[in-house]
């Protein structure tokens, strides 16, 4: 895996062994990818990387300005490329497009919490 720039929270813990089994049963249980990592960190920039071999998916980092860190995690909408993310006062949402992701809208909310699916295209912050 390739050096992450920034800095991240203490919390953020890679395992590659659990993660690798967590692949594996989606591609057994019939999943169609593509699958990789999105980690966004305290400097509030977002990275994408490829599972397989760890490569960066992005040539650049998502770059959410300086609105503080990403909150917590960044939560997928399951039938889109689509990825919704939080920091200090802002909702985004994010497209995990090649070469970079590109940003499809962002609002300001005072201290969001992290994105959080409802049901059907609802989603909570």
């Known amino acids: ?21 967590f692949v594996d049963k989606m591609l057994a249980d019939g999943f169609a ?17 490829d599972e397989d071999d760890g490569a960066r998916r992005w040539l650049n980092p998502f770059d959410t300005g300086s609105d503080g ?14 990825l919704f993310l939080t920091t200090n006062d802002t909702v ?14 962002q609002v300001p909310i005072p201290s969001p919490s992290i994105p959080l699916y409802g049901s059907g295209d609802v989603f909570v912050w």
């Not at 895996?1 to 089994?21: A, C, D, H, K, Y």
């Not at 990818?33 to 990275?47: E, F, Q, R, S, T």
């Not at 985004?92 to 809208?105: G, K, V, Y």
Request: no cysteine; aromatic share 10%.
């Open 1 to 21: 895996l390739q050096e992450i720039p920034g800095t991240f929270s203490s919390e953020l813990t890679v395992n590659r062994q659990r993660g690798r089994e």
């Open 33 to 49: 990818g593509p699958i990789h990592a999105v980690l966004g960190n305290n400097d509030g920039d977002v990275y994408a990387f």
């Open 69 to 82: 860190p990403v909150k917590g995690f960044l939560f997928p909408h399951l039938s889109t490329s689509n």
């Open 92 to 105: 985004w949402s994010i497209e995990d497009t090649l070469p970079d992701a590109t940003e499809n809208w």
